[in-house]
């Protein structure tokens, strides 16, 4: 089959079209009657295993992402550093994720998402294999490969979202989105659920980095065998053959014009900022705390105590489950009395979130029961945001723009949130230590942890105003078909009446 095939059921890789996109194949495969079932080009089975696929993907994603974390005291132990270059492992991580996540967006609006993503995660699965061997004098490296880690993740976070839109619409697809986001927290709890099980296991926290990279090779061999390219749009009876592409700056221009998708945007980069820096930090502010309420002692050969982390990794897969749940069922709920549901609810759960954290961390000094508990709560309301702010960038943007959208969505949301919060509140709890002890360990991280709560009040405010714009957004990104066709339509007769009456002069 030739790379330019127009009958091939995938977007061809090294084209800058979409034609024929998810037609009929060869005669060794399905025939059109049994595969395009929906205008998607896909059936209804192929669909929801697409999205059991994207979904183990995505968990294995977010799993590798804080299996760090999990092991972060032995990691600073190991390397014998400060806070503030513990911060940097999970920065330079989300920068280089950061700064690609464009490139991948520009990429997946027009070449064959599917592709892209085999490369990605494979390239992602070698490098992190690769960081399991640097040794002790070798900091840098493992910042290295941390940061090419993100290359990976950029190529697939930003894709995966538009498969499922080009498969479902409505309630449906928001359905298949919270359970596309169930995964975020439940597999960053598994992140730090198997990074503490393998570290006290083997004794080396090394091994810890190891098993996500085999389960990402399965992840390619499912891309391969299951996942098959859906037409862009066509599930929204906006077929792609109706819809202008234009330029990315272009595209950027229009999106920046979208008042709801940016504002959303901005509210989404205040949740990135406390998922950040509780990522990465929580675990390690847990184990300070039982060191200086005299419940633990302090990490002085490894392996470190990282009970800590297993505890924080059940409560983060509890929270995620029960949070992303509610925040979409209420938000369903809701939607049958106000179209403002959606960022609505997404403020609701920043604002609850934001004083159990504080109190959590408050805690933290007399009583570990009591910070376990505001934590579960706080966690819990912030995870409500998930799959809510993915479906309100859908609607809101075009199909041809949705990887872009997802792309700058990406980059605004780390560049403000967690790219520089891990750092940020590492380099804080440095210049707040007035002594080289166990208790000042504890308690200038305890007042940098602090900023998180202002943050998500913040980050509230930011989904209150979305509300204002919402729904006269969302009517023009459905309109806009309609309105571009025409206009094509009208340019066209008159390019081509124009040029005829040049001719016969």
């Known amino acids: 089959m030739s790379l330019v095939d127009p009958m091939s059921d995938t977007t061809p890789f090294f084209s800058d079209d979409n034609e024929g996109e998810g037609s009929a194949e060869k005669d060794d495969r399905p025939s ?58 999970q920065t330079v991580f989300i920068c280089s994720y950061m700064i690609l996540a464009p490139l991948f967006g520009y990429l997946g609006d027009r070449y064959n998402r599917k592709m892209i993503m085999c490369v990605g995660i494979g390239f992602w699965s070698v490098v992190t294999l690769a960081s399991s061997f640097v040794g002790k004098d070798y900091f840098w490296a493992l910042l290295l490969t941390r940061g090419l880690v993100g290359v990976g993740e950029a190529s697939y976070s930003t894709i995966a979202p538009t498969i499922i839109a080009d498969l479902f619409i409505k309630e449906k697809r928001t359905n298949m989105l919270s359970i596309f986001y169930f995964a975020i927290p439940v597999g960053s709890g598994l992140g730090y659920i198997v990074g503490s099980a393998v570290d006290n296991r083997a004794k080396d926290w090394h091994w810890a980095l ?189 199909p041809t723009r949705r990887s872009t959208a997802e792309a700058f969505q990406i980059v605004i949301s780390h560049l403000l949130g967690d790219a520089g919060s891990p750092y940020l509140i590492g380099v804080v709890s440095d210049s707040l230590k007035q002594a080289d002890s166990y208790m000042w360990q504890f308690r200038s991280l305890q007042l940098s942890l602090l900023l998180c709560s202002f943050v998500a009040v913040v980050g509230g405010a930011f989904f209150l105003a979305t509300a204002l714009f919402i729904e006269k957004d969302r009517q023009i990104a459905e309109n806009y078909v309609q309105a571009e066709a025409a206009r094509i339509s009208y340019f066209l007769v008159f390019t081509f009446r124009h040029s005829n009456k040049k001719r016969m002069l």
Request: glycine share 6%; hydrophobic share 50%; net charge neutral.
């Open 32 to 89: 059109p009657e049994q595969e395009e079932d929906s205008p998607s080009g896909l059936s209804h089975i192929r669909a929801h295993l697409t999205v059991v696929v994207l979904c183990y993907i995505n968990l294995l994603n977010y799993m590798d992402r804080f299996t760090v974390a999990g092991v972060l005291p032995d990691i600073e132990h190991f390397f014998n550093i400060s806070d503030g270059k513990s911060g940097l492992l």
């Open 210 to 398: 190891r098993v996500t990279p085999a389960l990402g090779l399965v992840a390619v061999l499912l891309l391969v065998c299951v996942v098959k390219e859906p037409k862009r749009g066509a599930i929204e009876a906006r077929p792609e053959h109706t819809l202008q592409r234009t330029g990315w700056l272009a595209d950027m221009k229009a999106l920046c014009k979208n008042n709801s998708f940016v504002l959303s945007t901005f509210g989404f980069t205040a949740v990135a900022f406390v998922t950040g820096s509780l990522a990465l930090w929580a675990p390690a502010f847990l184990f300070r705390a039982a060191v200086f309420t005299g419940e633990k002692q302090p990490c002085v050969v490894e392996p470190c105590d990282t009970s800590d982390s297993l505890y924080f990794g059940i409560i983060t897969c509890v929270t995620g489950v029960l949070g992303v749940a509610m925040g979409v069922g209420v938000s369903q709920w809701l939607r049958k009395r106000t179209p403002r549901a959606d960022p609505l609810v997404c403020a609701a759960g920043l604002l609850l979130a934001a004083p159990f954290l504080y109190l959590s961390i408050i805690f933290a000094q007399k009583s570990t029961v009591a910070t376990y508990f505001f934590i579960f709560f706080g966690e819990m309301f912030l995870c409500m945001n998930w799959a809510i702010v993915a479906d309100i960038l859908l609607y809101v943007v075009v």
